[in-house]
């Protein structure tokens, strides 16, 4: 239960308002440039769960190859990035892809 709430709205709030919010409004006038660079930045920033996948195969599947599981990880972020950040670009707000992101990441979690 702890790890849920975790994943679907305090990890969501942090990155929603770090990417869709500062990222997104500060970075350039350019509605389209803002929406590219900070999906990239979301797709990336989650090479920074290693941690967290390296832990999980080491209990549940050590042969896994850790490599390939954070190539697949940075593409499932920048899909998702381009997702929540479609809908940060149509609505101009970041309660549309937070409430997006909670979604995924409750279901996913």
Same mark, same amino acid.
């Given at each position: 239960?702890?790890?849920?709430?975790?994943?679907?709205?305090?990890?969501?709030?942090?990155?929603?308002?770090?990417?869709?919010?500062?990222?997104?409004?500060? $970075?350039?006038?350019? &509605?389209?440039?803002?929406? %590219?660079?900070?999906? =990239?930045? @979301? *797709? #990336?920033?989650?090479?920074?769960?290693?941690?967290?996948?390296?832990?999980?195969?080491?209990?549940?599947?050590?042969?896994?190859?850790?490599?390939? $599981?954070?190539?697949? &990880?940075?593409?499932?972020? %920048?899909?998702?990035? =381009?997702? @929540? *950040? #479609?809908?940060?670009?149509?609505?101009?707000?970041?309660?549309?892809?937070?409430?997006?992101?909670?979604?995924?990441?409750?279901?996913?979690?």
């Amino acid at each position: 239960m702890v790890s849920l709430i975790y994943g679907a709205f305090i990890t969501v709030i942090f990155e929603e308002i770090l990417f869709r919010g500062l990222v997104y409004e500060e $970075i350039s006038n350019n &509605k389209t440039y803002k929406f %590219l660079l900070s999906t =990239l930045m @979301f *797709g #990336f920033w989650h090479l920074g769960y290693i941690d967290t996948i390296i832990f999980r195969t080491s209990l549940f599947n050590p042969t896994a190859d850790i490599f390939n $599981i954070m190539v697949w &990880k940075v593409i499932t972020g %920048l899909i998702l990035g =381009l997702i @929540f *950040g #479609f809908l940060k670009y149509k609505t101009d707000n970041t309660y549309s892809s937070m409430l997006a992101h909670m979604l995924v990441n409750a279901i996913g979690s």
